[in-house]
């Protein structure tokens, strides 16, 4: 790994607060016209713009509305991604914000609205620091991260190859954290999410005559219950891993039983394998208990994200740098993984890199009390970027160093 190289931190940060005011801006116009998907158009738009005079090898995508910049340094060395996501979520936004979404029923209440402009910010900061970089930035403005697999999308289209990738790194916004302070951790950050539908099907009939029809609600029910058993009787207590049914649809009226029912959840892990005995005892379970009440039922797996793992090395070199930066009081270790997932996991798996998240709770709110990432309330500190800005570039600074 890398050696570090002492930066001047109040250099950085003050290069950085001069590029707030425009990212402000930025983060604003992309918030009042957020798009959805693998296709943003306007959004990728606004993304040239922004990064318009700069000296930069710029690719777009053809699956997907990426934007990958490449700034090329003055001498030789490694090549490292930073990312930013660009979409935004199928939601109402209720903030009140003079800025609020004009695209009626799609807020950014992720902050990837947030994310594109502190990394254009930090390109800017990072060409004119260029003679400084021994190797290559990539800067990747990436759609479809919410659920929409679009970094799976970037890395098809090449974006860890020509100049080949050594290290990545992402920050995220989090609202419920102290604006300004960055958290991560070495290894599984976040879940794998995947989600699941049983059919159970029987034979229908009158309610009041069960032992004539074959009744799947019962048998769903069951279902229901078996799972969560089988996942604390079989997965290693230390291994967390989450199974939640979340809908069941059955019948239609109160003296009908209904021919099918049907069980559709998610599951998170934090490791590959528990992923995998979790995803393969729901069939068994499942089966099992069809099979004692006569029903047939079948089992679709659907694929999400996979765990999101920081690499050990990178991250040690991360916290360092930030550390310097920032100041010890303001970068801290997450004490576990969190359940929620990221499409970065599909970068991480091929790279060593890193995710983090940046403190953006707003004023005068205590952190637990700010509302979180996908609420229709969700807001944030904008000076906050500021920190997301310095974080990419003394990242950037000292591994190509
Ligand atoms: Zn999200
Ligand atoms: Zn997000």
Not at 103 to 123: K, P, R, W
Not at 144 to 155: F, L, P, T
Request: charged share 20%; net charge negative; aromatic share 4%.
């Amino acid at each position: 790994m890398t050696t570090r190289i002492a930066l001047d931190g109040n250099r950085l940060m003050a290069d950085a607060r001069d590029l707030l005011a425009d990212t402000i801006r930025l983060r604003r116009r992309i918030h009042a016209e957020p798009e959805l998907g693998n296709h943003l158009p306007m959004t990728q738009a606004k993304i040239l713009d922004a990064l318009s005079g700069l000296d930069l090898e710029i690719r777009t995508g053809d699956a997907v509305s990426s934007v990958v910049a490449t700034l090329i340094g003055d001498g030789a060395g490694p090549t490292l991604v930073l990312r930013g996501d660009m979409d935004a979520l199928p939601m109402p936004e209720d903030t009140g914000e003079k800025f609020a979404s004009s695209h009626t029923g799609v807020m950014h209440a992720c902050g990837h609205d947030a994310h594109v402009a502190m990394l254009a910010g930090a390109a800017r900061l990072l060409h004119a620091r260029r003679r400084e970089l021994r190797g290559s930035v990539k800067f990747l403005f990436q759609p479809g991260e919410e659920g929409h697999h679009g970094a799976r999308y970037c890395i098809e289209e090449g974006l860890l190859e020509n100049p080949k990738v050594d290290a990545a790194f992402a920050l995220h916004v989090f609202p419920n954290l102290q604006s300004g302070s960055i958290q991560t951790r070495p290894g599984p950050m976040l879940a794998s999410s995947d989600e699941f539908t049983i059919t159970v099907r029987g034979r229908g009939g009158h309610a009041s005559a069960p032992y004539m029809a074959v009744d799947p609600i019962p048998v769903a029910c069951e279902m229901v219950t078996a799972l969560q058993t089988h996942i604390t009787r079989t997965v290693n207590v230390f291994k967390p891993a989450v199974l939640t049914v979340g809908r069941i649809i059955a019948g239609t009226t109160t003296n009908v039983i209904p021919e099918s029912a049907e069980l559709t959840g998610t599951v998170r892990t934090v490791d590959a394998e528990t992923r995998e005995q979790v995803l393969g005892s729901i069939e068994q379970v499942v089966q099992g208990i069809a099979g004692a009440h006569g029903c047939r039922v079948d089992v679709e797996l659907d694929y999400g994200y996979p765990v999101t793992v920081n690499d050990a090395g990178f991250t040690d070199f991360s916290v360092g740098v930030l550390t310097d930066v920032l100041g010890a009081d303001r970068v801290s270790l997450m004490p576990a993984p969190i359940m929620g997932s990221e499409d970065w996991s599909y970068v991480l798996e091929r790279v060593p890199g890193l995710m983090a998240f940046l403190g953006v709770c707003p004023d005068g709110v205590e952190p637990n009390q700010a509302h979180a990432c996908h609420s229709n309330l969700m807001r944030i500190d904008e000076d906050a970027m500021a920190v997301g800005i310095a974080a990419h570039a003394a990242l950037a600074l000292s591994y190509l160093a």
